[in-house]
């Protein structure tokens, strides 16, 4: 065969002669994709997760699609019946691989989990020498990481909804059969419950004031405590002493309060990933199916979830909302009691509005114009489109007004209404302040802040720079929030950029924030799930946290201060070293461009 046409190869075999049939391959114009386009400028490998690769998927390329033999297919094809099963057996595996590890972080948990009464001034060092010590901590160690690998390795290769959703429930089935694990916040929760529906509060005095029927199950930090949470927990925290009747029972309510969470971040979820142009399986996937969703959030359990549920539930509602001001106002009762279970929740409620502001100024731009808004191109000084951005921004006033109103309105009067049915009044605002008092490295600014005051010390014996550090971190915290907004303001799809400065304002609320705990990795992680694609390195954090805690819920960093802190402190200057590098280097002139005379 001669010629030098890009041809594809029909090979056909009639008894015993083939026949090959030279077909040429049309190529043609790339199909635009901002994604792709993105990564392309980037440097980095672009993988399509909406949908698997179709025949005219490689032809943008513009590159001949050549194949000499019926074995070496041309992978522009559609997948043959062996790469199907090649690529159903990998994820079967995966399946049972993390099933794997589920089940040996509940046998874990049955043997040295969080029990009512274990000792509650255990070490690693004594649970390694206890009775089934080496067995408990191969458990919890083999277990995370086959349940981190399976959940990692599947990320960009979920096939389907289904697929994801029947993957996460057999994962998470064996940690509703288990005793709480992984933390010993449970019992807290109980003792409020029990203070709460004897009438005292507990925004003034910790549980050992009544004294709680289980205070020997509390760890001792906390039982002259006030609680930190919002009036609305306390009601749930009330409601599940009453309805269990007993320390089991009340347990038992709690999870399954967390498992309906878990429930209804699968339910919403998927539309804010769809807005966002992200695959719903996969949003569904790596924002459930890590390894902090079954022995931590679930198994322990944590309010977390309840939290995440109802922020998620509240911007699908304000997403789905068209101009009616009933759904906004839900979206905003929701949100509203987000923030009155964990204060934290505040951060995703000024990009509710902006989204609010959006759907309440479609149905007037939809009839003044058939294609979307876009920002007017901004003067970098003086000059004649000048005041045209200044009078499109006081144009935006009024919408902002009304989306504040309904939205922002809402979510105070909820909160409101929640604080004035518990009776305990605004006592839970100075509370909050109470889980400062914890001084570990796992918090960056504290870490920091720990590193300056080991070196201070030396010369100063009374120095302490963590106060300083954190809030410094504060003040940056704020900068990053408001920046964000203004972003989202300004932003052509306003909906998108909203929901990603709500999950990017929550990851920097979890990094900026004087405390850490593992499981505060999921509040940004189940949003960015739902808003981009690179999640790898809050994923990576992730993994790595689930280490953090042993099944007794004794958390390993604080048995490690100051080695850890000085080497957070390197790690995070490292870490910034090479930020500053990525974004100040210069991009250097693709070879294969350079035009020559």
């Not at 049309?26 to 025949?55: K, N």
């Not at 408001?482 to 300004?490: D, G, I, K, N």
Request: with cysteine; glycine share 8%; proline share 9%.
């Amino acid at each position: 065969m001669g010629g030098s046409c890009a041809l594809n190869h029909v090979m056909a075999t009639t008894g015993a002669h083939t026949t090959v049939v030279c077909v040429p391959v049309v190529a043609r114009t790339p199909t635009p994709h901002p994604q792709r386009d993105r990564d392309r400028e980037s440097g980095r490998p672009y993988a399509d997760h909406r949908r698997r690769p179709t025949r005219g998927d490689h032809a943008d390329t513009g590159q001949p699609v050549m194949a000499a033999s019926p074995s070496a297919r041309p992978w522009c094809t559609a997948p043959t019946p062996d790469a199907q099963s090649s690529t159903a057996m990998g994820l079967s595996f995966l399946r049972w691989l993390g099933l794997a590890g589920s089940l040996m972080l509940a046998g874990a948990g049955w043997l040295g989990g969080a029990l009512p009464g274990a000792d509650l001034e255990a070490t690693p060092l004594s649970v390694a020498r206890g009775t089934y010590g080496p067995v408990i901590l191969g458990l919890w160690l083999v277990g995370t990481a086959l349940a981190a690998y399976a959940w990692w390795s599947a990320r960009d290769r979920v096939p389907s909804m289904r697929w994801a959703i029947g993957t996460v429930s057999l994962w998470l089935l064996p940690f509703l059969f288990v005793p709480p694990m992984g933390s010993r916040d449970v019992y807290s929760y109980a003792c409020q419950g029990e203070m709460f529906t004897h009438g005292l509060d507990p925004y003034r005095l910790g549980v050992s004031a009544l004294p709680c029927t289980w205070l020997d199950t509390v760890a001792e930090i906390w039982r002259d405590t006030v609680t930190p949470y919002g009036p609305l927990f306390l009601l749930i925290a009330g409601a599940a002493v009453a309805v269990g009747q007993s320390l089991t029972g009340t347990i038992v309510v709690f999870r399954l309060v967390t498992l309906a969470a878990i429930v209804v971040v699968a339910a919403c979820l998927p539309a804010l990933a769809r807005r966002c142009g992200i695959a719903p399986e996969r949003a569904v996937w790596v924002a459930l199916a890590g390894p902090l969703i079954g022995a931590h959030m679930l198994a322990a359990p944590h309010n977390d979830a309840v939290m995440i549920a109802l922020l998620v539930a509240g911007l699908f509602l304000i997403v789905r909302a068209d101009a009616r001001p009933i759904p906004l106002l839900t979206g905003g009762v929701l949100l509203g009691f987000a923030v009155a279970v964990k204060a934290t929740a505040i951060v995703v409620l000024p990009f509710a509005v902006v989204i609010a502001m959006r759907r309440l100024t479609v149905p007037d731009r939809l009839a003044s114009a058939t294609v979307p808004d876009r920002p007017a191109p901004l003067s970098s000084g003086a000059g004649p489109d000048r005041p045209d951005r200044w009078r499109g921004l006081r144009a935006e006033i009024g919408p902002l007004a009304r989306a504040a109103a309904l939205v922002g309105g809402s979510s105070v009067a909820a909160l409101l209404a929640v604080t004035v049915a518990s009776g305990l009044g605004f006592g839970w605002v100075p509370a909050m302040r109470g889980s400062t008092t914890i001084i570990q490295f796992t918090s960056p600014p504290t870490a920091i802040g720990m590193t300056l005051t080991y070196a201070g010390q030396a010369l100063f014996p009374g120095f302490d720079a963590v106060p300083a550090v954190r809030a410094v971190a504060l003040l940056a915290l704020t900068t990053v929030l408001v920046m964000l907004f203004l972003a989202a303001l300004r932003a052509a799809d306003r909906v998108r950029a909203a929901l990603r400065g709500a999950a990017f304002g929550m990851a920097a609320l979890v990094l900026l924030s004087p405390v850490f705990h593992p499981w505060y990795l999921m509040w940004p992680l189940t949003l960015l799930a739902a808003v981009t694609v690179r999640t790898s390195a809050f994923m990576w954090i992730t993994m790595v946290a689930a280490f953090s805690v042993l099944p007794d819920g004794g958390g390993l960093p604080r048995f490690v201060k100051f080695p850890g802190a000085p080497l957070m402190t390197i790690l995070l200057v490292v870490l910034a070293v090479r930020f500053i590098r990525r974004r100040t280097a210069v991009p250097q002139a693709d070879p294969q461009e350079a035009s020559f005379p």
